[in-house]
């Protein structure tokens, strides 16, 4: 799909972003004066990936967020060549973002070359979590060994009942939990609710092996296709936050908003400003 001009998209979609501003509003009047927030949110660069880069920093700026899970979409954060990673990163340094994981990012080879590369990646971004997708329980144990190596984490992201291998968070846990303490987990809060296990309890279960949590909500919980903006579900979210500080949780919550990608903001800014308001009502301001 072509992407239209920001001013032309902005005059297509007035109408919804004052209804999701008035949804923000609502949650801004509860976030009274506190503490910070010990929850960090982000936004999966994945999001937005019907947009070019430029449009990523745009609406990074009308959300008021500055941490950024990038992608190799588009022209979000390129692999390849190296110089065009190293470019979109001085772009989003120039408007105050900063990519702070790479992903999902996948390992289709058990080989050395292949793996490198993709931790060469993350160290030209300047992150220090690689969200993964998709490698075979054969090949971590080469993972692991560039974990050793670069000093990066290693994130592996659950993608629910269809995933070959790692349907949830408690899969990847009994795959890694007598390795490198580098080598962890993404949850991702939807997938793991559609493979039958509660979001609260696979955080407690994964502990410090947690290095992302990806948010969204389901209107129902088994079914993919039901995703709506995060507060409009039925995905305990503050029960998600209490237990993430409870366990000080030192990384970040980045919003993976998978529907409406032609159109994703009224969605995005419904649910940052519900998240923000949750964290509001709990006492931090975000």
Request: net charge neutral; aromatic share 8%.
């Amino acid at each position: 799909m072509a992407v239209m001009s920001l001013s032309r998209r902005e005059f297509l979609r007035s109408s919804a972003i004052v209804a999701a501003a008035s949804t923000v509003a609502t949650h801004s009047l509860l976030a009274k004066a506190g503490k910070p927030s010990p929850i960090r949110l982000g936004m999966c660069s994945y999001t937005f990936r019907e947009f070019d880069r430029a449009h990523v920093i745009q609406f990074m700026k009308e959300l008021k967020l500055t941490d950024l899970n990038a992608k190799d979409v588009r022209d979000h954060l390129p692999m390849t060549p190296p110089e065009a990673t190293l470019a979109a990163v001085a772009d989003y340094k120039a408007a105050g973002i900063t990519p702070r994981a790479v992903g999902t990012v996948y390992f289709p080879k058990d080989e050395d070359d292949d793996v490198r590369s993709r931790f060469e990646y993350a160290k030209r971004a300047g992150v220090k979590v690689i969200v993964a997708g998709d490698p075979t329980p054969e090949t971590l144990p080469r993972i692991e060994k560039f974990v050793k190596e670069y000093d990066i984490r290693f994130a592996l992201h659950n993608h629910g009942p269809e995933d070959k291998i790692w349907h949830s968070p408690l899969d990847v846990l009994k795959a890694v939990q007598n390795m490198d303490p580098r080598m962890g987990c993404c949850i991702d809060v939807g997938h793991t609710a559609r493979a039958g296990v509660d979001p609260v309890e696979a955080i407690k279960a994964v502990g410090p092996r947690l290095f992302d949590v990806h948010m969204k909500d389901l209107a129902d919980m088994k079914v993919k296709e039901s995703q709506v903006p995060v507060g409009e579900g039925k995905m305990p979210v503050r029960q998600i936050f209490e237990t993430l500080i409870a366990m000080k949780y030192p990384g970040y919550v980045d919003l993976e908003y998978e529907i409406h990608g032609d159109d994703p903001m009224p969605g995005a800014t419904k649910s940052i400003g519900y998240m923000r308001g949750v964290l509001g009502e709990m006492g931090y301001v975000a």
